[in-house]
């Protein structure tokens, strides 16, 4: 996907996927999988694969668009076992192309291992180069490939040993779903940047997902969280788990909680629904203003607007309809098309805007280009006055560990105040929520979670040099 195809309709910080996997005996793993990669489809629409084990040989399909576009009945059927790995894909690392689509399959003198990442390594390039340099050719520019390439390196007839030794060697943040012939593992890296959860199915057997919404899906009860630096193994013994490395400063992304997650989903016992609502209302508890409507840029907005409404004493409407059927691949044809694509994903309520002064709740902005659009529709439907309020602190600093933020530059937070964005979007006034207000009101620990995009307090020794997501090309 072009970049510029892919920044169309987002102004977002975009994270790399979800996965998910099931060890399901005597049960179709493909088709849970399916419906578990579905309710995760949120976290990445570029790509989707799904690889199945009977026991012995792993399949895999995999493919560019969308879970439903890329597996039909048919296709679920032809890939039977009764172990799954699956994934969907928005890329951090490596361009948008099949070739980068996961799970990544390595046949290797062990047999097969399929693995999905969701993440971001830190000293992808010096594994690889070590690895070239043995001779290892790499068939793809992700940093997911060295995580697997580096396991068949080590596997000596252990791979849980060598799924061990492998997370002594790589940095950063990786949350993982591993097929072999004969077992599923679940590794978390050991600061937890990014949500790994268990759960039980009813039939026997259990799942992997990136969130619980993806449990919730197959109908599996939640039992509990991958810890940082955990590894998960599931066989037909059952389930076993053990800390493979010691625990580091506990960072789990705290975007989670603002954008990423569906709103359904508990991460880290912290239901992201309920956090979002004390965001908001700890929003209006901070920049009030005198308006007529609250009214959430859906669909991530609209927790945050619920709470800040019933704080503020206002009424709450929905005042943008989204259309939810425009994936990311969605093409405009023309320079002007793309201009107004926009209006195309988000339409304004006319008759519920207009003559009115309006407070628009978002979860943030990164740069500032689709904000401004938002402004321009709701004047357009009438409003009177647009103030926007934002249920994060501004973004300043790039991610490293698996959002698609590469440099400070095309950061508007990191070189504006919040007077001067306000400015630059046409709004009549801008909030954002504080650092201390947001951690306050969502009983989240500060200290177990990574907020650097917001103040550059990095978890983790992160190279002078910005991120470039295409190094491994």
Excluded at 194 to 211: M, Q
Aim: with cysteine.
């Amino acid at each position: 996907m072009q970049n510029g195809i892919k920044s169309l309709f987002c102004d977002k910080q975009e994270e790399e996927c979800g996965v998910f996997g099931t060890f399901a005996p005597r049960q179709n793993a493909a088709e849970i999988a399916f419906s578990g990669l579905l309710a995760l489809q949120h976290r990445g629409q570029e790509s989707a694969g799904i690889a199945v084990s009977e026991g012995n040989t792993v399949h895999i399909h995999k493919d560019m668009g969308l879970v439903t576009q890329v597996f039909s009945k048919e296709r679920l059927a032809s890939l039977k076992g009764h172990i799954a790995s699956g994934h969907v894909r928005y890329s951090t690392t490596g361009s948008s192309l099949l070739a980068n689509a996961q799970p990544l399959l390595v046949r290797y003198r062990q047999g097969y291992l399929a693995l999905s990442h969701n993440g971001n390594l830190l000293n992808a390039m010096n594994i690889r180069e070590e690895l070239e340099q043995k001779g290892h050719l790499f068939q793809t520019s992700i940093d997911s490939e060295v995580i697997a390439s580096l396991i068949a390196q080590l596997d000596k007839g252990d791979v849980e040993k060598a799924i061990e030794g492998c997370m002594d060697r790589i940095k950063g943040s990786y949350s993982l779903v591993i097929t072999t012939g004969d077992k599923l593992f679940g590794v978390r890296d050991p600061n937890g940047f990014r949500p790994l959860s268990i759960g039980k199915l009813p039939e026997g057997g259990y799942v992997l997902a990136s969130e619980t919404c993806g449990l919730d899906a197959v109908g599996a009860e939640f039992v509990d969280d991958v810890q940082p630096g955990e590894i998960v193994r599931i066989d037909a013994r059952g389930l076993s788990r053990r800390k493979a490395c010691k625990q580091g400063e506990k960072a789990l992304c705290v975007f989670e909680f603002i954008y990423f997650a569906r709103p359904d989903s508990d991460i880290d016992s912290s239901n992201v629904h309920l956090v979002r609502r004390r965001f908001g209302a700890q929003l209006a508890r901070e920049h009030p203003v005198e308006a007529d409507l609250i009214v959430p840029v859906p669909d991530s907005g609209i927790s945050a607007a619920m709470g800040y409404a019933h704080e503020a004493g206002m009424t709450y409407s929905e005042g943008l309809i989204k259309n939810r059927y425009i994936g990311r691949t969605f093409i405009q044809p023309n320079q002007a098309m793309r201009e107004s694509s926009i209006k195309i994903k988000l339409n304004p309520i006319r008759k519920v805007l207009a003559g009115k002064k309006v407070v628009v709740i978002d979860d943030s902005i990164v740069r500032g280009t689709t904000s401004g659009k938002i402004v321009r529709m709701l004047r357009e439907a009438g409003a009177r006055e647009v103030h926007m309020r934002i249920t994060s602190p501004p973004v300043r600093y790039p991610c490293h560990f698996g959002i698609d933020t590469q440099t400070s530059a095309e950061l508007i937070g990191h070189s504006h105040t919040p007077e001067e964005i306000s400015k630059v979007i046409g709004a009549d006034s801008l909030n954002y929520l504080s650092m201390e207000g947001m951690y306050k009101a969502s009983n989240l620990d500060i200290d177990e979670h990574c907020s650097a995009c917001f103040d550059g307090d990095y978890p983790l020794p992160v190279d002078t040099v910005e991120h470039n997501k295409l190094a491994l090309e």
